[in-house]
Nanobody, 125 residues
Framework: VQLQASGGGLVQAGGSLRLSCAAS????????MTWFRQAAGKEREFVAA????????YYADSVKGRFTISKDNTENAVYLQMTSLRPEDTAVYYC???????????????????WGQGTLVTVSS
């Protein structure tokens, strides 16, 4: 299994970025694909998730209304469109997938088995 995250960069507050996560080798699963982020000195936190089957999405309260997660099943890719970026969004962003059923615990990074290498998003004020 390989997850390849890309699209990070430096952007001014109020700007936008689009992150991509290309997945290969993932077994079929009803588990969501998920974005987490980790700021320097802080715990890894849930950002957004989307199920491969259907269009159900989940968002952290801190990004609701500003970030949009989407997918392309034919390309096995997941995207995170980030708008109205704030300095507090600065972090390394990771895409992740889990082997076992999450039973709703999609927000818990400890449940995930596969991780992309991370892509750095820096938002300047």
């Amino acid at each position: 299994v390989q997850l390849q995250a890309s699209g990070g960069g430096l952007v001014q507050a109020g700007g936008s970025l689009r992150l991509s996560c290309a997945a290969s080798g993932l077994p079929f699963s009803t588990n969501p694909m998920t974005w987490f982020r980790q700021a320097a000195g802080k715990e890894r936190e849930f950002v957004a998730a989307i199920r491969w089957v259907g269009d159900l999405t989940y968002y952290a309260d801190s990004v609701k209304g500003r970030f949009t997660i989407s997918k392309d099943n034919t390309e096995n890719a997941v995207y995170l469109q980030m708008t109205s970026l704030r300095p507090e969004d600065t972090a390394v962003y990771y895409c992740a997938a889990a082997k076992s059923p999450l039973y709703g615990r999609y927000y818990n990074h400890g449940e995930y088995d596969y991780w992309g290498q991370g892509t750095l998003v820096t938002v300047s004020s």
